[in-house]
Every structure is written in C-alpha cells, then in structure tokens.
C-alpha cells in the first residue's frame, strides 16, 4: 500500500501521512526523547518495518532522508547496520548554505553572524585551547605564509577559522561557524580576483591571524576577542569596499 | 537499473553514486551556483530523469530528500510542481534540533550560542523595528501578564524572543535564534515544573520583557543589548541553579 503512496508527488495537501513519514516521526522521536542516542543501532529494517506496519520501502526512504541530514549513517562490513551518528560529513553546514543560497542571504548578514559566533568561539579557544591546537595553528600559519595563490590560501584561511572554532569547547557554535565560514568562502575568493592589492591585503590576514594565534596562547580572551572581530570587519571592508558598522 | 542500487542500503562504501544522489547533486549544484532560486519551478520528473539518464523514482526520492530539508515544496492544484523555497517550515530547525539533540549539546552551550546570537538580533530590532513589530511585542506581554500556567507561558516566551529575531533584518540570524529558542523550549519548561517558586521567576520574566521592548522601542541598542544578555544569563542561572558566566 505504501508503495502507492510512495509514487505520489511530494504534494500533501491532501493530510494523509505517507509510510516514510511514518518511519522519520517515528526515528526522529526516539532522537528527541533520548533513546536513540549517539552511535546506537537502529533496529533492523525488516523489524522497523512489522513495528510501524510499513513497507520495507517506506523504511529505506526514511533512512535515505535522515541519511542525506547526517543524522544517521551505514556501518560497513558485516554485522554492521544503521546507526545514529553526531554531526556526519558536515550534511548540517551543507543544509545550511543551500538555505543561505535560496534565501539570498546578503554577506552583510552572513558577517555580521560570522563576527557573533567567532567572538564566542575564539573566547573558548583562549580559554581552553591546548598546545596542540596551537602547534594546528602554527601549521597552517606557516602554509599561508608560503602560499600565494588565492584558491589555496583562501581553503588556508578558512582552515584557520575552522581550527580555532574547534578549539574552543562550544561544539555548536563551531558547527554553525564552520558551516557559515564555508558559505562565505566564494564570495570572499571571488571578491580577492578583484582587488587592487591582493598581495598586500594578504600580508594583512596573515598578520592579524598570528595576532589572533598569539592572544590564544597567551590566554587574553578580551584581545583575542577584540582582534577577531576587527579582523573580519577590516577584511570584510576591503573585500566589499563597503563599511560593516 | 537505478531500481536495484537503490534496493541496497545506504552504505556507499563502495564508492559508487546511487541515481538519487546524481539527482540530488544536480538540483544541489543549481541552488548553490544561483540558476535554481526561491520560487523557482522545478522541471517535471520525467524531463530530469531523460536529462540525468536515470528512472524516475530516483528523482522521487531526490524530491523527498530535498523537501524533507525544507529546501522544496509542491505547489498544490493543477499547472503546480515542485518549487524551490526559501525556509520552509522550520524544516532547517528541526534538523538542527535533532543534531542538537544526538550531540548530547549542553545548555551551557546552547545558552552561550543562544547570547551571541541574540544580542546582534535585538541590536538589530532596535535599530529597525516598525510599529508594527512594537505592538506585536505588546501583544504577546499582554498575554504573558495574564498566563500563569507554565506550558503556554513558556510558548508565549519563546514567541516574544522569535518576534524580536524576525524583527531584525538578518534573517540568518533569526533562523538560527528560533532553532535554538526551540531547543531550548523543553528543557526550560522542566526546569520551571522544578523551581521554587516559579510565580516570582515568571513576573520577573514580564519585567526584563518589558525592559527589552521600550529599549528597543527607543532605539536604544546598547540597553537592548545589555539588557538581552542580563535577562539570559539570569534566566539561566535561576533555572539551573549555576552561574554562566
């Protein structure tokens, strides 16, 4: 029966719950109570199919939607099976920026809750950054100094980002500033063909992120919070010509 | 032939693109290069399945995928199809909510993330907000001032906080607010069953509300800020019974 109903459109104006939607409510409640915690195995697609008197189709759609969120993934080899996973393959940041795509969302916008979340990352990353984070740091600090292409130290420079929102021990914060830092990337490459004095701007962000790095590590959490929002205000400013405040 | 691959399970460890995912990858690769935007109509099924040489229940599926994300809606009645939409019905939430969820994410961080993020979307009511949105605030504390029953306070609370996020003009940050107020929603409801005295908490509540509304209807954006961060941290604190800060 399900199978009927499966071969509908995704139209349901007409109030009736689709088997596969059946199966999500019924996976995405035990998510939300609890129960279905990080790592634990679903039940087999045959038993979830008896329990909720659907089709196995109707489960393997389900598990295909909550798949494609990152919410649950495959085990491989034998003896494996689904399991919900945390945060899989980055699939939230990439949810993200299709809706930052369709919306339209200006990189105004995009800044201005760039500079909110970096500022409470990189405040955890003063607070709580160990030295091997740092040596991270240091790492892709070098590579930007030896890179002078602007594709590559454009993937450097977002690295960057992305490291310190790790560090830092807010793990939601760093998973929307990761996702957001992605979204501004092309723009930001695109905006880099353009400029005057790209050479020269680039000599900037490399300055200004070893200011970052050493704020870090001498714990100054009000330095490295001032010196993160300055930096992608100035950025911002010289690659859009136009004033963030 | 699509129809065998996608009888497996969602393991893709064997590196080949099932047909749903050449599908999803297409309209994906659409939205993000600018050629599908919001309102945009999709081509039928059977156009994209000649197109991508694959059946067209992969579509189908890819269709379910997307919808499920929010990013797709059918429109109803004859002559309609399948819209790309911006933000449709909290599904970007919801999923955020549920990775909330597996990743075991504390209060803590969820009240740090929730702070960031307020505080730029009240700055941003306060500097843009209409009469409108004012009376609409004033609404919703009319209707606080006399609910003294925990469920629908707490719903009347978080609606406050999503009208002042819709107010501002950064819709990013808005979305984002209203997810996390949302995820927060149950477990502030809990911590109210378990309080003290949750009649003195609640008209403290109305009082930090109303604070924040003249500020913003004063457009005054440091007190709106100030303001915004005292009432969450303080809420927090009585509420959890630790400081955090």
Not at 56 to 69: G, K, W, Y
């Amino acid at each position: 029966m399900e199978g009927t109903k499966l071969g509908t459109n995704v139209d349901s104006a007409d109030g009736e719950v689709r088997a596969y939607e059946l199966v999500l409510r019924y996976i995405e409640a035990g998510i939300l109570e609890g129960r279905y915690g990080n790592g634990t195995l679903l039940p087999p697609e045959r038993d979830l199919a008896a329990l909720l008197r659907v089709g196995r189709p109707a489960v393997r759609e389900a598990i295909r939607v909550l798949s494609a969120q990152g919410l649950i993934a495959a085990s491989t080899g034998r003896g494996g099976g689904t399991r919900i996973v945390a945060a899989q393959d980055d699939a939230l940041g990439r949810i993200l920026r299709l809706h930052l795509a369709i919306a339209g969302q200006g990189i105004h916008d995009l800044t201005e809750t760039r500079i909110a979340l970096e500022k409470v990352s990189v405040a955890a990353a003063a607070r709580s950054a160990t030295e091997a984070d740092i040596a991270e740091l240091d790492e892709v600090l070098a590579a930007m100094a030896e890179d002078d292409q602007i594709e590559s130290f454009n993937s450097l420079d977002t690295e960057f980002h992305v490291l310190i929102a790790r560090a830092g021990s807010n793990s939601l914060v760093a998973d929307l500033t990761v996702a957001i830092r992605e979204a501004v990337k092309d723009p930001i490459r695109e905006a880099s063909y353009e400029m005057g004095d790209w050479q020269e701007f680039r000599l900037g962000l490399i300055e200004q992120h070893q200011g970052i790095r050493d704020a870090i590590a001498e714990r100054d959490v009000d330095q490295a919070v001032n010196l993160t929002e300055r930096h992608i205000r100035g950025a911002f400013h010289a690659l859009t010509g136009v004033s963030d405040d």
